[in-house]
């Protein structure tokens, strides 16, 4: 039987004893289970188990969709509560994540999205530039960032150009519509870039090199190569 609704049924007249909980002693126990199908139903028991669910997701620092089979307004809603959120994780799962910009959009309107340190949207086909833009113009204060296996452009390199300086690393794995213009305007603008995957990108190695020229330290992986300028000769960075 469900734990969840086990604890919830009892002898008629009787009080469950889980009831007798406060919020924030159940916010605690609700706070430990990872499944959000779980979570779900425990959310549809009563109020006070309602409430317990949004207290117990806006303490998450945390929050991967990885693997859930997860659509626009039930990962949006857990995203809004979860108000000290730091790290998003909604990558493709095997179940065929269902995520999309009217989603992407929805989540740059939590509270917590100029909060947000790393997210990933990993494989998730159903993206374009549209949702990428309007996500990462909030996220100011992002600093990993994997978008690889989309379909986005130069466009949004443009617009985390424009809006994440603090950007640490990025992952851009099999982004086959970016552009040396994209590239470009993503290392001139994030000066905080320590390293960027672009394995799978229609660019020549000249424009790898031009991009070492802005910003020497730059670490970038190619597939299994990682070019760094100590290792071209001089005339490269001239």
Avoid at 36 to 51: G, I, P, T
Avoid at 65 to 85: I, N, P, Q
Avoid at 115 to 129: C, F, N
Avoid at 171 to 180: A, D, G, K, Q, Y
Wanted: net charge neutral; proline share 3%.
């Amino acid at each position: 039987m469900n734990p969840i609704v086990h604890a919830s049924t009892t002898m008629e007249g009787e009080e469950p004893e889980i009831d007798r909980l406060p919020v924030d002693l159940l916010a605690h126990c609700f706070f430990l289970i990872s499944s959000f199908k779980d979570l779900a139903q425990a959310s549809l028991v009563c109020r006070k188990w309602r409430e317990g669910v949004k207290r117990s997701t806006a303490r998450r620092e945390k929050l991967s969709f990885s693997g859930w089979k997860m659509d626009d307004d039930s990962t949006a809603r857990l995203v809004h509560d979860a108000y000290g959120l730091k790290e998003l994780d909604i990558s493709r799962s095997c179940w065929g994540c269902q995520i999309t910009d009217e989603g992407l959009y929805k989540i740059s309107l939590a509270n917590c999205c100029s909060s947000l340190t790393s997210i990933s949207l990993w494989g998730m086909a159903g993206i374009t530039d549209e949702g990428v833009v309007r996500l990462v113009s909030r996220a100011v204060s992002l600093q990993h960032l994997n978008i690889g296996g989309t379909f986005i452009t130069d466009e949004s390199l443009f617009a985390i150009a424009r809006s994440c300086q603090n950007l640490k690393a990025i992952v851009l794995w099999s982004c086959r519509h970016i552009t040396e213009r994209g590239l470009t305007a993503l290392v001139s603008n994030c000066r905080k870039l320590e390293s960027i995957n672009v394995w799978g990108l229609r660019v020549s190695l000249e424009s790898y090199i031009g991009l070492l020229a802005i910003s020497p330290a730059l670490q970038i992986k190619p597939g299994d190569m990682h070019l760094n300028v100590r290792k071209l000769p001089l005339w490269a960075v001239a």
